[in-house]
């Protein structure tokens, strides 16, 4: 390429093609972003058309799941999805506000640094080892300490009855609420380090105690921001798989007690993709896969911009 | 709510302190319970055939999970190879071309939406693409579905680290004559080095625990690999299998390969914190 000898300026890496071609390259993997999201929303509507044509919304709204008389519905497992998150967000999101409490008003720096990476370290342990550990040590811990002390003192409550034997939905939303723990805690932890600390002091000044600072200041300053970390936490459990594979107990019944086995969408994709022979099989578990992919789509949507509401006002990025 | 009285404020505030205190041991409580369960009954499977050897039978002695080791590292190989260049590349995009484009927004709104899609739907998506069609499952299709999880996290680590690079070495390095091209990979990226290392770190962290995604694409397969076109054994399903087999002997091996796969992804977070923290100095 180097026809004349005018030196670098000629060169092939100072022309402008390469810059534009350069453009054009990132500009396609950007855009491929859009292409795997298309990608997937087609390929799981194409893959469930069977089930679609045959039970339309009755799926939704169905509890039947039997693969030999080949009757599917998705109640079960929407259920066991929703219960299982619920549970954990009950757990998770109170502990958090006390933990980030903890780490920003109440620890020494230092302190705050070692228990702060610590409780960030949880959420890097890969999920099938807190399957591992829900299922061989903690589900056997649940039902000889936790289950019983539960059915004794609550067990007028139609929801702590039935078999105490660890595996099911209560020790499924446990483990899942300790999963989803450090990223709603650490979230927290930068919203409640964003407020300013002169209004803080200023609560201080009128002597108020922490808990009133916290309360009346932080809390009523940092509220859209805990709520958009409650949205993260929230799309976190939706779609936990492994952990919950382990623990649910995998029954298609849907029961009001938390000590009885359940399913949620995840855990029954794991636990049978592999059995689906039969194209009507497969096409009811691709349509599950197509709910949990719309819960999930539409949550991250509202999350996103409840996020870029709390940017603009609080005028930080979260996570 | 709030008492009216001195005391009553003062207990008050003392009992919110204290279950706070108490909420942060908690935590840190499940993290040790985890960790030295995980420890303590791996550690006693790990020896010498662990690595070495292939899986057996239950009930036979010696097996080990050679196989699963390699596959594993061949994966997450794969996967860094085609979602880590990708990533970049998309996330130089939003930082440096797409800031106020209209593709930009659309772009870094999906990166985002996709970083909160389980993984297991996009095992389905890549069993719909890459295993049902060839009619195998397969160690590509499980290496593609890796990648297609590290894409969204390195793109928007990246866009994050590159627009924190001051605008005014932008403008001098293009000032000296600079191609954009090379402005961006050479002088830019350098400055943001630290920070994209820790990204692509982490996503590999977080990629090499994953099992979800796995379980519609490589499986599993208790042979040595032969290639890429048949199903891949790894760490992650044959925990999975083995630990919900009911014989002693396989949960044994699923413990060891718990520590095993525990230890590489808490260090390569320690990495990503030292490379961050190097950065600061």
Redesign the interface.
């Known amino acids: 390429m180097e026809h004349s000898a005018t030196g670098?300026q000629q060169s092939w890496?100072?022309?402008r093609s390469?810059?534009l071609?350069?453009?054009g390259?990132?500009?396609a993997?950007?855009?491929?972003?859009?292409v795997?999201?298309a990608?997937?929303f087609v390929?799981?509507v194409?893959?469930s058309l069977p089930t679609i044509r045959e039970f339309g919304f009755s799926f939704l709204f169905s509890k039947a799941w039997d693969p030999v008389s080949q009757k599917f519905g998705a109640l079960s497992s929407i259920y066991g999805t929703l219960m299982s998150t619920a549970i954990a967000m009950l757990l998770a999101v109170p502990?958090s506000m006390?933990?980030a409490?903890?780490?920003v008003e109440?620890?020494p720096p230092k302190v705050s640094a070692v228990?702060g990476?610590?409780?960030e370290?949880?959420a890097?342990?890969?999920?099938?080892?807190?399957?591992?550990?829900g299922?061989?040590?903690f589900a056997p811990f649940m039902a000889d300490h936790v289950q019983p002390l539960l059915s004794e003192y609550l067990g007028w409550l139609p929801f702590f009855q039935g078999p105490e034997m660890g595996i099911g939905m209560l020790t499924a939303g446990i483990i899942l609420a300790?999963m989803i723990?450090?990223f709603i805690?650490t979230v927290m932890r930068d919203v409640f380090a964003m407020v300013p600390d002169v209004m803080k002091e200023a609560g201080y000044g009128m002597g108020a105690?922490?808990?009133?600072v916290?309360?009346d200041v932080t809390i009523r300053y940092g509220i859209q921001g805990m709520i958009g970390a409650c949205l993260l936490g929230l799309?976190?459990a939706?779609?936990?798989?492994?952990a919950i594979?382990?623990v649910i107990g995998n029954s298609s019944d849907i029961f009001i007690s938390l000590f009885e086995a359940g399913n949620s969408i995840?855990s029954r994709?794991?636990n049978e993709?592999?059995e689906a022979a039969e194209p009507m099989y497969l096409s009811a578990l691709?349509e599950l896969?197509l709910v949990?992919?719309l819960m999930?789509?539409i949550?991250?949507?509202i999350?996103?911009f409840w996020l870029k509401r709390v940017k603009k006002k609080m005028g930080g990025d979260l996570l | 709510m709030t008492p009216r009285s001195d005391k009553g404020r003062k207990l008050l505030d003392w009992m919110v302190k204290a279950i706070s205190v108490c909420a942060a041991l908690l935590g840190l409580f499940f993290l040790g319970w985890i960790l030295f369960v995980v420890i303590d009954r791996g550690i006693a499977a790990i020896n010498w055939q662990f690595f070495t050897k292939l899986p057996m039978p239950p009930g036979m002695e010696g097996g080990g999970v050679a196989n699963a080791i390699l596959g594993t590292m061949i994966m997450t190989a794969l996967a860094t190879l085609l979602g880590v260049p990708a990533g970049l590349l998309a996330g130089v995009y939003l930082a440096e071309f797409g800031k106020h484009s209209r593709l930009g927004a659309w772009v870094r709104f999906t990166v985002n939406v996709l970083m909160g899609i389980p993984s297991i739907i996009l095992g389905l998506f890549v069993y719909s693409i890459l295993v049902y069609p060839f009619g195998t499952f397969s160690g590509w299709a499980g290496g593609v579905a890796l990648s297609i999880l590290m894409f969204p996290v390195v793109a928007r680590t990246t866009e994050d680290m590159l627009s924190m690079v001051p605008n005014a070495l932008r403008e001098a390095a293009l000032a000296i004559g600079n191609p954009r091209w090379m402005a961006t990979l050479s002088i830019i990226f350098r400055a943001a080095k630290s920070g994209l290392i820790t990204g692509v770190l982490l996503s590999v962290a977080r990629v090499s625990g994953e099992t979800a995604p796995l379980l519609f694409t490589a499986l599993n397969s208790s042979y040595m690999m032969k290639s890429l076109n048949e199903p891949l054994a790894n760490l992650t399903v044959t925990i999975y299998q083995y630990a919900m087999s009911p014989y002693d002997d396989w949960n044994q091996i699923a413990w060891g390969a718990s520590l095993l796969i525990m230890t590489a992804v808490l260090l390569l977070n320690l990495a990503a914190r030292f490379a961050v923290r190097e950065k600061k100095i």
């Not at chain 1, 890097?124 to 550990?133: K, L």
């Not at chain 1, 105690?209 to 009133?212: D, P, S």
């Open positions: 670098r890496k100072t022309s390469m810059d071609l350069f453009r390259v990132t500009a993997c950007a855009a491929f972003v859009l795997i999201m990608g997937i390929s799981l194409w893959n502990l006390v933990i409490l903890f780490l109440l620890a228990v990476n610590a409780i370290l949880l890097a342990v890969p999920s099938i080892i807190y399957g591992m550990w299922l061989f040590v300790l723990l450090p805690s105690t922490t808990f009133e916290t309360k799309g976190r939706i779609g936990e798989t492994m594979t382990f995840a994709l794991a993709f592999a691709m896969g949990l992919f999930t789509l949550l991250q949507i999350t996103q």
